[in-house]
């Protein structure tokens, strides 16, 4: 998610999230026509890099026909047709409310039209009664754009699947080589050491990146080995939203997306330092979001894994291994960072619909107030 400002993205990102989790754990939108005529990939993805990219940007389809999007990949996207209405920005909390949930709607080329926040593996479809060119965008990731161009049937320009797929083939790939090329050039840079008064260093990790409205979920450098007594400072330049967390053996905020307050705002180590134990986090930090860095000062030797809390499903962690001061510091680990997928628990995801069953209905009486 990125492209919010100030505090109408933090209601849109609840909005979102809410609807993401709800949508996610009740089930898909339009199966139902996903047996019937083509299919654009929407969204693709490994551990650490986030395509954001509809898998072709340009579809010719015969007048008549239904048209089906599938998100591939664990980044939430919207399929929205914003008709004769301006494109909504991504702060409009009304961006993931799907205009007519678990319906495959004709698009008059004029109504608003939007699927609402897709998961992996969730679809979208719509049919096309005239003829036209249609743009349509994902709302939250700006720059993620296509267009259908609807012609007579038997038009010998009507898109096949085969090339549909070859093209989010292409596209993908060089999506995801762009971003591992970006991603080296910020690993290679690494980490900066700063010398403190008191013969302590602070370090600066790195947090996100994008290429276009594709995302790096990574920390750089995720493996960071550092003295007690320095300081590690995270800082994003990216409108991503991001967490640095240490969970130290809590569980996971439930739920872990921006509308829970213990994820958005920040709980801070103790002053004296922070010494493995419990919850300390940086809040939301990214380009307008309310912070943008966060510090954490280590005061006993140890080795603490943290995480994104947004993104930790794609991978985003890392580590500080803290050696004891006065001892050698080991050669930083470079790599490592990549945290196991966890999609959430089964009963995880029944709590999250439960705790966000209101804000679900608030979400819906603002798509009513917009129509
Ligand atoms: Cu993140």
Redesign the pocket.
């Given at each position: 998610m990125r492209g919010f400002t100030g505090r109408g993205l933090a209601v849109a990102a609840m909005l979102a999230a809410a609807l993401v989790l709800q949508f996610g754990a009740i089930g898909t939108r339009g199966a139902e026509a996903q047996t019937t005529g083509l299919t654009v990939a929407t969204g693709a993805g490994e551990p650490g890099y986030a395509v954001n990219l509809f898998g072709t940007s340009k579809v010719t389809v015969a007048v008549g026909s239904t048209l089906t999007f599938k998100n591939g990949w664990l980044e939430p996207h919207t399929v929205t047709f914003s008709g004769s209405k301006p494109v909504p920005p991504p702060s409009d909390p009304t961006a993931p409310v799907p205009t007519n949930p678990g319906k495959t709607v004709a698009f008059d080329g004029v109504t608003y039209l939007n699927s609402g926040f897709l998961l992996k593996d969730q679809t979208f479809a719509l049919s096309f009664p005239n003829k036209g060119t249609y743009p349509f965008v994902c709302i939250i990731h700006p720059g993620m754009t296509g267009s259908v161009d609807v012609v007579d049937a038997g038009s010998a320009t009507i898109s096949t699947q085969a090339q549909l797929d070859a093209s989010a083939t292409k596209t993908f790939a060089d999506a995801t080589a762009a971003l591992k090329a970006a991603s080296a050039t910020a690993a290679a840079k690494g980490v900066t050491k700063t010398a403190n008064a008191d013969g302590t260093s602070t370090w600066t990790v790195s947090v996100?990146g994008l290429v276009g409205p594709s995302d790096l979920?990574q920390f750089y450098t995720p493996g960071l080995n550092v003295q007690a007594g320095d300081t590690v400072r995270w800082v994003s330049a990216v409108p991503?939203?991001?967490?640095a967390t240490f969970l130290s053996g809590t569980p996971l905020p439930i739920p872990p997306t921006p509308e829970n307050q213990k994820v958005l705002l920040p709980t801070p180590a103790p002053a004296a330092g922070f010494d493995g134990t419990g919850y300390v986090n940086s809040g939301i930090i990214g380009v307008g979001w309310p912070g943008t860095q966060f510090s954490v000062k280590f005061t006993k030797a140890g080795t603490y894994p943290y995480i994104?809390v947004?993104?930790v499903d794609q991978g985003?962690g890392g580590t500080v291994t803290v050696s004891q001061a006065g001892q050698v510091i080991p050669a930083k680990t470079g790599t490592g960072g990549l945290v196991e997928a966890t999609p959430a628990s089964t009963a995880m995801q029944a709590a999250l619909v439960l705790a966000l069953v209101g804000i679900v209905a608030v979400a819906r009486r603002a798509t009513k107030a917009r129509a």
């Amino acid at each position: 998610m990125r492209g919010f400002t100030g505090r109408g993205l933090a209601v849109a990102a609840m909005l979102a999230a809410a609807l993401v989790l709800q949508f996610g754990a009740i089930g898909t939108r339009g199966a139902e026509a996903q047996t019937t005529g083509l299919t654009v990939a929407t969204g693709a993805g490994e551990p650490g890099y986030a395509v954001n990219l509809f898998g072709t940007s340009k579809v010719t389809v015969a007048v008549g026909s239904t048209l089906t999007f599938k998100n591939g990949w664990l980044e939430p996207h919207t399929v929205t047709f914003s008709g004769s209405k301006p494109v909504p920005p991504p702060s409009d909390p009304t961006a993931p409310v799907p205009t007519n949930p678990g319906k495959t709607v004709a698009f008059d080329g004029v109504t608003y039209l939007n699927s609402g926040f897709l998961l992996k593996d969730q679809t979208f479809a719509l049919s096309f009664p005239n003829k036209g060119t249609y743009p349509f965008v994902c709302i939250i990731h700006p720059g993620m754009t296509g267009s259908v161009d609807v012609v007579d049937a038997g038009s010998a320009t009507i898109s096949t699947q085969a090339q549909l797929d070859a093209s989010a083939t292409k596209t993908f790939a060089d999506a995801t080589a762009a971003l591992k090329a970006a991603s080296a050039t910020a690993a290679a840079k690494g980490v900066t050491k700063t010398a403190n008064a008191d013969g302590t260093s602070t370090w600066t990790v790195s947090v996100g990146g994008l290429v276009g409205p594709s995302d790096l979920q990574q920390f750089y450098t995720p493996g960071l080995n550092v003295q007690a007594g320095d300081t590690v400072r995270w800082v994003s330049a990216v409108p991503t939203p991001h967490t640095a967390t240490f969970l130290s053996g809590t569980p996971l905020p439930i739920p872990p997306t921006p509308e829970n307050q213990k994820v958005l705002l920040p709980t801070p180590a103790p002053a004296a330092g922070f010494d493995g134990t419990g919850y300390v986090n940086s809040g939301i930090i990214g380009v307008g979001w309310p912070g943008t860095q966060f510090s954490v000062k280590f005061t006993k030797a140890g080795t603490y894994p943290y995480i994104c809390v947004l993104h930790v499903d794609q991978g985003m962690g890392g580590t500080v291994t803290v050696s004891q001061a006065g001892q050698v510091i080991p050669a930083k680990t470079g790599t490592g960072g990549l945290v196991e997928a966890t999609p959430a628990s089964t009963a995880m995801q029944a709590a999250l619909v439960l705790a966000l069953v209101g804000i679900v209905a608030v979400a819906r009486r603002a798509t009513k107030a917009r129509a």
